[in-house]
């Protein structure tokens, strides 16, 4: 969904100082700010955590600080061409208090890019319980999260349910679909060689060619 013309008036003040180098995904979001939270979801092997380092090495270019999240081990090659990495802080977190204590220590820190990789399996393992209490860490993370968003842009993965007659959606349910104020659908496209890009207005088809990364728009 993209801004209406007065929230993005008023958002010009606040954009990241940065240089994005994936267009594609300020088209979709409408430019990148603090205030925003981006849910990048999608099947296993997509690309989503290709995107959100992208991101990061685009921040650090520019000498901002970016906080990384991850319920995933991070490997040497995804630290190996990244510039400033005394900007970078890692958090490895292994259940969702360990979310909640890393989103709690992010918000007291000054950074530009918050990437929350693999929330997910997190959340889905208490979202099980029989009673309240999965639902109700479930809305802790969501107020954590839009608490570190005040000050930061705050991108996370998810992955991709299938919800019938062919169609997909999001992971974790009905109670989640409001927690992101931008959410990108990357999808797999029937033809093949192609990674579909979707808001709910826009689709774009990413293919690489010759000159890189091409686009297309629907």
């Known amino acids: 969904m993209f801004p209406t013309p007065c929230n993005w008036l008023l958002r010009q003040n606040k954009l990241l100082k940065f240089q994005n180098t994936l267009p594609v995904l ?3 979001v409408g430019g990148l700010h603090p205030g925003q939270i981006i849910e990048l979801c999608g099947p296993s092997g997509i690309g989503k955590s290709q995107v959100c380092w992208h991101l990061i090495r685009d921040c650090l270019n520019a000498g901002k600080n970016v906080a990384m999240i991850s ?31 890393s989103l709690a220590a992010v918000n007291s820190m000054s950074v530009s890019l918050v990437v929350i990789d693999g929330i997910q399996p997190l959340l889905q393992a208490v979202l099980g319980s029989a009673n309240f209490k999965g639902q109700a860490l479930l809305n802790e993370v969501k107020c954590g999260i839009g608490t570190v968003s005040v000050k930061s842009l705050v991108i996370y993965t998810n992955g991709l349910v299938s ?9 974790l349910g009905r ?44």
């Open 26 to 28: 300020d088209e979709l």
């Open 71 to 101: 319920s995933r081990k991070i490997q040497d090659y995804d630290l190996e061409n990244l510039p400033n990495l005394s900007n970078l802080s890692i958090s490895y977190v292994s259940s969702v208090y360990n979310l909640l204590i």
């Open 175 to 218: 109670a989640w679909e409001v927690a992101p104020s931008v959410r990108i659908m990357m999808l797999r496209d029937r033809e093949g060689g192609r990674v579909m890009w979707r808001n709910r207005e826009v689709t774009a088809r990413l293919e690489i060619g010759d000159q890189g990364v091409e686009i297309s728009w629907n």
């Open 163 to 171: 919800v019938g007659d062919g169609n997909h959606g999001p992971a």
